[in-house]
């Protein structure tokens, strides 16, 4: 069966330090893979999407970037977090047959004081 | 763009039937998901309309009108665990956008 993994589950850092969330999907090959961003009663919003190593979609013009270096593994990074950045990040993959049908990570809490 | 309306929130007593509606404008549409969010965790995947009509997996009934841009999930015999935001999430080629949800409270 497959599962995805976050980490770290909850984070807090300072305005102007780095960020990097990773995720990982086992049990599939080939698999979209999803970051979204959930602001405190929010709705959810796609930040970025792959369909493959290295091929990156950003859905929102912001100071976060993305990157997928194997397969499975997809990473969000910042270089310098702001206030606004705090929210609950969800990653999230489908399979690359059935690409609509996304099944979600356990989520990082991220506050930014 | 995608413009997705669902309620914000609902009450409803355990053991009662609630509808959930969500009317939807979008581009690129491929099908329906409904997606389950308790309070601080993860959504949840719960269906997946493609075609017109009712489609039901044992007390949750999800249905779908595509010329309408409109769909409803039914919840049926709630219980208090169903306490939770229903996601409305039309689907295109490769993304789905995901509504505010809607914050079901269910009662003794």
């Known amino acids: 069966s497959q599962t995805i993994h976050q980490w770290p589950a909850t984070l807090v850092q300072p305005v102007g330090s780095p960020l990097s969330l990773e995720c990982t999907v086992e049990?599939?090959?080939?698999?979209?893979l999803y970051w979204y961003r959930q602001a405190a009663g929010r709705g959810l919003q796609l930040l970025f999407y792959?369909?493959?190593?290295?091929?990156i979609s950003s859905e929102v013009p912001q100071n976060l970037s993305a990157s997928r270096p194997q397969d499975r593994q997809f990473i969000l990074s910042s270089k310098k977090l702001l206030l606004s950045d705090s929210g609950f990040y969800l990653c999230?993959?489908?399979?690359?047959?059935?690409?609509?049908?996304?099944?979600f990570g356990p989520g990082t809490r991220l506050l930014v004081l | 763009g995608q413009n997705i309306d669902q309620p914000t929130e609902m009450t409803a007593t355990e053991g009662a039937i609630v509808q959930i509606n969500c009317t939807y404008q979008?581009?690129?549409?491929?099908?329906l998901f409904w997606y389950q969010q308790h309070a601080g965790e993860a959504p949840t995947f719960l269906s997946y309309n493609v075609l017109d009509g009712l489609e039901e997996k044992g007390r949750f009934s999800s249905f779908l009108s595509r010329s309408k841009g409109y769909s409803y999930l039914l919840l049926k015999e709630l219980q208090m665990k169903d306490s939770a935001s229903y996601l409305c999430a039309p689907g295109g080629y490769q993304k789905v956008t995901f509504g505010t949800g809607t914050k079901l409270q269910v009662i003794p």
């Open positions: 999230a993959w489908s399979p690359s047959t059935r690409r609509e049908t996304q099944y």
């Open positions: 049990g599939t090959s080939n698999p979209n």
């Open positions: 792959s369909v493959g190593i290295g091929q």
């Open positions: 979008t581009s690129g549409f491929n099908g």
